[in-house]
């Protein structure tokens, strides 16, 4: 698959997963996140108005690495990429959606669940995934359990991840970050505390 200088599970301890209602605010955020260390946003398309977030993200906010999420469909991948995406993540992996994101040509985190999709998911050459959603799937427990009989694949769990639990899935081998979205509270957002914002991405910076 694509890569990037830096593997996607090494650039931070925590990879912000953001709902943007209001395109307003995508800029702010960004700018907030890169402020407080988190360099990094997985921007999810579960609105109207997300592919134009990303837009301005990516015209505004350059120095931050900037992620689709919710990906299901290859058009979605197709359209982030074109958006200005530079990196994709899906919360499953069919071989379609797998072909789809790969043909954009950007480094993407398949979801997978079960050791069948994680052993799906290495033998389409692929050993960076997401792992979702965590915490109904069994938390770091199942992911220290299939560290060994799966070692040669590396998560990003995210799904129902805090801040007092991410330290439990950072201090297993086979997790590189996680993802969370406790960094981008809904009523933070909805009020434009950036400064919340800040000072929660920063608090999450410092895990690692």
């Not at 290495?122 to 915490?135: Q, R, V």
């Amino acid at each position: 698959m694509p890569s990037t200088p830096e593997s996607l599970l090494d650039l931070v301890p925590v990879v912000p997963v953001v709902v943007v209602e209001d395109v307003a605010h995508a800029v702010p955020l960004a700018r907030a996140l890169v402020a407080g260390g988190l360099p990094v946003i997985e921007l999810t398309l579960r609105t109207p108005v997300a592919l134009e977030a990303i837009r301005a993200i990516a015209a505004e906010v350059p120095e931050i690495t900037l992620g689709a999420g919710t990906v299901t469909t290859p058009q979605q991948a197709k359209e982030a990429a074109a958006a200005g995406a530079t990196f994709l993540v899906s919360p499953g992996a069919t071989p379609r959606l797998l072909d789809g994101m790969l043909e954009t040509g950007l480094p993407f985190l398949p979801g997978t669940a079960t050791v069948s999709e994680v052993l799906a998911v290495l033998e389409a050459g692929i050993s960076e995934m997401k792992f979702f959603p965590a915490e109904a799937s069994g938390g770091a427990p199942y992911l220290k359990s299939i560290s060994s009989p799966v070692a040669g694949a590396r998560f990003c769990p995210t799904g129902g991840i805090t801040a007092a639990s991410a330290p439990s899935y950072l201090s297993l081998p086979n997790v590189g970050c996680v993802g969370g979205s406790w960094l981008t509270p809904a009523d933070a957002l909805a009020a434009g505390d950036w400064a919340r914002v800040e000072s929660l991405a920063r608090e999450a910076a410092a895990l690692r």
